[in-house]
């Protein structure tokens, strides 16, 4: 073997745990589940993975703050009806986004 191929396959080897590791860290995503059904417009924020807390501003048909420090959370604000958010969330990896509903 010559010197770039050893050179490009400890590379490769060192990339695959970063590549897995970031993996990991990108499925906890924040969602927001709708609330109960009568109450005003308003949601419950999480994350996917159960994980990672979020502090977000949702935006869709209206806005709202939401955060899921320690546990799931509400999310509240001024909604005008149902329907699809999204989130711009700052969480422990640094910027999320995350989508939802509310009712």
């Given at each position: 073997?010559?010197k770039?191929?050893?050179?490009?396959?400890?590379?490769?080897?060192a990339?695959?745990?970063?590549?897995?590791?970031?993996?990991?860290?990108?499925?906890a995503?924040?969602?927001?589940n709708?609330?109960?059904?009568?109450?005003?417009?308003?949601?419950?924020q999480?994350d996917?993975g159960?994980v990672?807390?979020y502090?977000?501003?949702?935006?869709?048909?209206g806005?709202g703050?939401?955060?899921?420090a320690?546990?799931p959370?509400?999310?509240t604000g001024?909604?005008f009806?149902?329907?699809?958010?999204?989130?711009?969330?700052?969480g422990?990896t640094?910027f999320?986004?995350?989508?939802?509903?509310v009712e």
């Open positions: 073997m010559n770039n191929t050893v050179r490009a396959a400890i590379a490769a080897a990339i695959v745990p970063a590549i897995a590791l970031g993996a990991g860290t990108a499925a995503l924040p969602i927001v709708p609330g109960p059904a009568g109450a005003p417009f308003d949601g419950t999480s996917t159960g990672n807390a502090t977000c501003v949702w935006m869709g048909p806005v703050f939401g955060s899921n320690p546990a959370g509400p999310v001024l909604f009806g149902p329907g699809v958010v999204n989130g711009m969330c700052l422990p640094g999320a986004t995350g989508i939802g509903v």
